[in-house]
């Protein structure tokens, strides 16, 4: 028997269904991109390094299962919206991964009929880093007196002697 991938889904990291909707009504997918620019003289501007900002994806899909079907239906959401698993918008074009559910709203109409879920999910891109950390050596000074004064935080108010007072204000 032969097993089709859905043409529309999204995916969990394990590749199996996380949200099942029976439709999606629409996709809208916004890829930016902003030109850094810094200005100079005589009112002239110079751009330099471009960076792209995370997709933004707003998609909306519908339900018609049961109440049960509903109450898993919102529970994933849930849990999605809520943590930080990541997850993957398949469609006919294109795969795109990386994604997290940042927000959800739902709602039911008269128009749209009182037994269909309609929910409008935000994703947003997550795009992993591997942080690497160097452990620099600090080295000690050779004596002990060549080291840079430390501020060490509160000192202890200690009574000024005579000639600490002859030093700050001079002879009486």
């Not at 089709?4 to 199996?16: D, Q, S, V, Y």
């Not at 929910?119 to 004596?143: D, G, T, Y």
Request: proline residues 3%; hydrophobic residues 40%; aromatic residues 4%.
């Amino acid at each position: 028997m032969l097993t089709r991938e859905p043409r529309w889904a999204i995916l969990n990291e394990k590749g199996t269904l996380a949200v099942t909707f029976d439709s999606l009504l629409s996709i809208e997918i916004k890829n930016e991109s902003q030109l850094l620019t810094s200005p100079v003289e005589e009112g002239g501007f110079a751009s330099y390094n471009k960076t792209s900002t995370p997709l933004d994806i707003h998609v909306v899909g519908a339900s018609s299962a049961s109440e049960s079907g509903h109450a898993a239906l919102l529970a994933a959401l849930d849990k999605l919206a809520s943590g930080t698993e990541l997850v993957s918008l398949v469609t006919p074009d294109q795969e795109y991964r990386h994604l997290n559910i940042e927000s959800y709203s739902t709602k039911r109409t008269a128009a749209e009929g009182a037994t269909l879920l309609v929910a409008e999910l935000h994703l947003l891109e997550v795009r992993q880093v591997k942080v690497q950390v160097s452990k620099a050596a600090i080295r000690s000074p050779k004596r002990a007196t060549s080291a840079s004064a430390v501020d060490r935080g509160q000192v202890q108010a200690q009574e000024m002697n005579e000639s600490t007072m002859r030093s700050l204000f001079g002879p009486k």
